[in-house]
């Protein structure tokens, strides 16, 4: 793609995006950020060599895509009085920001797509979901998924509320994952290991079981059948979880975390 893009917001999220489209190939001059904090767009300017606009009227006068970056709160104010030419492909990857929101401050003339990336896309491991409505045509889709394509996977959800249910799961994922590690080491302290060597043994372990599944074709349950053996170390620890209910929890815990989202979007649509 060798469209202009423009960043509404040059913060954590979206340096991740601009490095991650310049490194895949995407012309830096080709790309525009406005902040209200000049010294982080200076700092993005210089380290990508990409342009630094004094406001976002500026930032999107030649562009043709433009990604919503700032906080979710800030959204509405930041684009206020912004006039996008009719076709404009918008990116929204503001958490809870609803389509029918986006269109009333935007206008119907805009293309839009929802994004919601997650943490690890700070190293370009990431997993976005994305939504558009019927009407988002085919351009603005590719458009979305080549920036998002930029700092890792990808998947489309066929409904704006499947939005929630991917936070749940990827937004928030990562979070129970670390806390899947915190608790591994605290058990192997609790067994005696020095505290150093527990975080260590944990954090390799999580890292290189990532590994495996990122890397192999076998999905989660086969992997852990495959190191379950009948009767082994590995069948006592994960019989005693199964009796300690821990998949009700993970329902019960993702089921709250898709709750919130959809409360947290409501809101955001009545404030
Ligand atoms: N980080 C994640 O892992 C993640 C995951 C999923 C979704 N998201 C979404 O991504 C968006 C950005 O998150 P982030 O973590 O990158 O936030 P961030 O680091 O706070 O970046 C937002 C930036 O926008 C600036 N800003 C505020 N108002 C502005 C305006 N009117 N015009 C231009 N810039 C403005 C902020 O400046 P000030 O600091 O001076 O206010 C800040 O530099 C959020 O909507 C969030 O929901 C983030």
Redesign the pocket.
Known sequence: MTETIAF?????????LIGGLVASGHKPGAIAV????RA??EALRRQYGISNANS?TEAVRDAQVVV?????Q??Q???HGLSLPSGSAVI??????RIDSLRRWLGPQVQIVR?????P??YRA?M?GLYAPPETQAGAREAAQYVLGAVGETCWVETEPMLDALTAVS?SGPAYVFQLCEMMCNAGIALGLPADTARQLATHTVAGAARMLSDSDEDAAALRLQVTSKGGTTAAAIESLENGGVRKLYNAALECAARRAAELGDELDRS
Do not use: C, F, R, Y
């Open positions: 509404i917001g040059g913060g954590n999220m979206a340096a991740s406005v902040d209200t904090d982080k767009a976002a919503l970056a700032v906080k979710p800030v959204l104010a930041a684009v929204s990857i503001a958490a809870g920001i994004s919601m990336p997650n943490t896309a700070l990431g976005s937004g």
